[in-house]
């Protein structure tokens, strides 16, 4: 079975700080794709930056980035620049292809100081 | 920007008693979620639609929970009877994708249970 593993509860970081949030997934399958979705409080989540197991570049939006080590298994979202709005939950995801299944990690909160 | 409607936001419901969720999910999604998300944790898939088929409902308790999407478009999630454990977030989420996995999938706001 898959699982997705996140072993940062909590984290904080000031405000235009870079911060970068931790996950691990175990998995035999080659392919599959890999999610940082953003729950903001009292609002709904929200896909933050996808990433294709096959693809050896690592994703970018914008601010957001990832470190994708596919033999290692760890899929890291790294934030540059934080903002006060860039405070959420973080849940790291994982789908293997032609599947229904998403599972998702525990979750880091993430709060940006100012 | 089109998005998923849910409703109701909030609910709290008595052991033993039934309770209702809706769903509505982006128009032209032909495929739909149900996620529960217990406090503190990432959200558990319950059910999967593709239009109104259920493909996935291996984590569903059946004893009390039923879901459906008769034409295909929106949803409800029902429990029956209630359970102090079912007390938790119920997240609706639909994607254009029809279970390659591969699209983004697109969240409601959630409903929140509490059961008493």
């Known amino acids: 079975a898959q699982t997705v593993t996140q072993s940062q509860p909590e984290m904080s970081v000031q405000e235009a700080e870079t911060v970068t949030l931790s996950c691990t997934y175990d998995?035999?399958?080659?392919?599959?794709?890999l999610f940082w979705y953003k729950q903001p409080p009292s609002r709904q989540m929200i896909l933050v930056i996808r990433?294709?197991?096959?693809?050896?570049q690592n994703a970018t939006e914008n601010r957001f980035s990832v470190n994708f080590q596919k033999a290692a298994k760890s899929f890291s979202l790294k934030i540059s620049d934080s903002q006060l709005g860039d405070t959420a939950m973080y849940f790291c995801?994982?789908?293997?292809?032609?599947?229904?299944?998403?599972?998702f990690g525990a979750g880091t909160r993430l709060t940006v100081k100012p | 920007e089109a998005e998923v409607a849910q409703s109701p936001r909030y609910k709290i419901t008595e052991k033993s008693q039934a309770v209702a969720f809706w769903c509505d999910p982006i128009?032209?999604?032909?495929?739909l979620y149900w996620y529960r998300q217990i406090l503190g944790q990432g959200p558990e898939l319950l059910v999967q639609f593709q239009d109104e088929s259920v493909v996935d409902d291996s984590q569903l308790p059946k004893d009390r929970f039923s879901a459906e999407r008769l034409k295909g478009v929106d949803s409800t999630l029902k429990i029956q009877p209630a359970e102090l454990g079912d007390s938790a977030m119920y997240l609706c989420?639909?994607?254009?994708?029809?279970?390659?996995?591969?699209?983004?999938?697109?969240f409601g706001p959630g409903t929140r249970l509490t059961v008493t």
């Open positions: 995801a994982f789908i293997l292809y032609n599947n229904n299944d998403m599972r």
């Open positions: 989420a639909s994607s254009s994708d029809r279970g390659l996995g591969s699209y983004e999938q697109y």
């Open positions: 998995t035999s399958e080659s392919n599959y794709y």
């Open positions: 990433q294709e197991a096959y693809k050896q």
């Open positions: 128009s032209g999604h032909a495929t």
